[in-house]
């Protein structure tokens, strides 16, 4: 077993049980058999592109995860937030603005008063 395919295993196995999918429903929303997840999983997959590509998509894992997983990532709380920020088309994008700065605003003041 090569070190990216624990890694590959253990970043996808992670990602869908935050999604609370099962390996048949990931699988599923790829078009593949199950096997095939529960072979990355088991660190027995190494996936073409065709595979490994609608994968990290369908379960929106940062690819520096997989491939440089010994950069510090940011917390999974602004990966999250980065992930949904690209997703938007433009037009949600400049809509959501004013809402995220004074969600920030509120939130900012708020641990101020606190201290």
Do not use: H
């Amino acid at each position: 077993m090569s070190e990216y395919s624990r890694i590959l295993g253990d970043v996808v196995k992670v990602a869908r049980e935050k999604a609370g999918l099962t390996q048949a429903e990931v699988a599923a929303s790829i078009d593949r058999d199950s096997r095939t997840v529960l072979n990355i999983e088991n660190y027995k997959g190494n996936p073409k592109l065709e595979v490994l590509y609608p994968l990290v998509r369908a379960l929106k894992i940062d690819s520096r995860e997989i491939f440089n997983p010994e950069m510090q990532l940011e917390s999974p709380a602004l990966r999250q937030l980065q992930l949904m920020v690209a997703e938007c088309s433009e037009a949600e994008a400049d809509a959501i603005i004013p809402v995220v700065k004074a969600a920030i605003d509120l939130v900012r003041n708020r641990s101020k008063l606190r201290i």
